[in-house]
């Protein structure tokens, strides 16, 4: 049996590791602590999936487990500490509780001597201050750059601070420098001793003071910047299962973002599989059942043949979703485009300036980069969303 940690049932598990692991012909049991919010023919148990001990106690209570792992941001820490205690293959629990602590990722690459960002943990009771800007605030353990802010000052960082405590009282938050320089990402793919390289984006990302992604290109990173971000995630101890990357190029050198310790998401690992044409939920899987990467058989991403580019369509307001396109797969000139809703017609919701406002995703698959941006451009504009209020 194969356990599953998981919060919310997304795209991921539902279109990706499920649909892998009966590919693979192996039994599932998704673990979560919202069972009422997954659909019927899911394979779910409640359980208080933050709770390692929980977790260890549900897994050693079920069918013989093969492989524990989990998907989520929130969960990655829990679900390594409860895989260790079951002799199961895993991250260490100690390299996923840096990754998930923005100020302790700072700190592991800091003493490394590899870079030194400047930043502050405000905790809940701390007045907000600092001293270099322009800054980012953030939540210390956050995810999507939820309440995630540019600030131009001190007012600016105590507005931002104010208004982030109102929807989270207790959380700590991080205030950094800003890092200049175009964003990337770097996915990864790594078992007990090995890390390989899956690829990696440019992202274009919306105005400030919010970091909405908009838009990503296929963009693997040069062999000097692969080794610069290899040395950072080594201090970071990063090495088992899936890990996605963001940074940016500032002065030659890549500055760690952030690391997320699971695949990239928004649909993007769906889409990533079908680029580089491989099963890459059930390698992720095939990991976690103790498989060497060495047998995967993954491909030089930059040696892949194809690009890729991405677009999420966002909400432009709060509002209710009156109308939208459904799934939708089409060729254009050989190339692959497609588009999948990530909001239902009927929902209503606010604007918040994060991936929560995203309508739908849309990408395009092929040989030649200007023939995939020009299908995409036609394609998004026969499309149509409305948004009433």
Request: hydrophobic share 40%; glycine share 8%; charged share 25%.
């Amino acid at each position: 049996m194969l356990y599953l940690t998981a919060l919310n049932p997304t795209d991921s598990v539902l279109d990706g590791l499920l649909p892998a692991a009966d590919a693979l012909g192996v039994p599932v049991t998704v673990l979560t602590d919202r069972p009422d919010d997954w659909p019927d023919t899911a394979p779910v148990r409640g359980c208080p999936v933050r709770d390692p001990h929980a977790v260890t106690e549900v897994v050693r209570d079920g069918p013989a487990a093969a492989g524990l792992f989990s998907n989520s941001d929130h969960l990655q820490a829990a679900t390594a500490l409860a895989a260790r205690r079951l002799g199961l293959p895993g991250k260490d629990p100690e390299s996923a509780r840096r990754c998930k602590d923005k100020a302790a990722t700072r700190q592991a690459v800091a003493d490394a001597g590899l870079d030194v960002v400047h930043a502050r943990v405000l905790t809940p009771e701390q007045p907000p201050a600092f001293d270099v800007f322009p800054a980012v605030v953030k939540p210390r353990d956050g995810v999507a750059s939820e309440d995630a802010y540019l600030v131009a000052d001190e007012a600016d960082l105590t507005r931002r601070v104010t208004e982030i405590r109102r929807r989270r009282p207790d959380a700590p938050l991080v205030v950094e420098e800003y890092l200049p320089g175009d964003v990337h990402t770097h996915d990864t793919l790594g078992d007990a001793g090995t890390l390989a390289v899956l690829g990696g984006w440019r992202t274009t990302l919306g105005p400030p003071p919010t970091f909405t992604e908009l838009c990503l290109e296929w963009a693997p990173a040069a062999p000097a910047t692969v080794d610069g971000l290899r040395a950072q995630l080594d201090a970071l101890g990063v090495r088992f299962g899936a890990c996605h990357t963001e940074f940016v190029v500032h002065r030659e050198r890549p500055r760690l973002i952030e690391v997320n310790d699971r695949l990239i998401g928004d649909r993007m690992d769906l889409i990533l599989a079908e680029l580089l044409g491989v099963p890459l939920f059930e390698y992720v899987i095939r990991l976690h059942l103790g498989e060497p990467v060495a047998t995967l058989g993954l491909p030089d991403p930059t040696t892949v043949g194809r690009t890729a580019r991405v677009e999420y369509v966002c909400a432009d307001r709060g509002g209710t979703l009156v109308a939208a396109p459904g799934p939708v797969d089409a060729v254009r000139d050989g190339v692959r485009l497609g588009c999948r809703p990530l909001r239902t017609v009927g929902t209503t919701a606010e604007q918040t300036g994060t991936n929560r406002d995203y309508l739908a995703v849309l990408h395009a698959i092929g040989s030649d980069p200007v023939a995939v941006g020009r299908a995409l451009v036609e394609f998004r504009a026969g499309l149509d969303w409305v948004i009433g209020r």
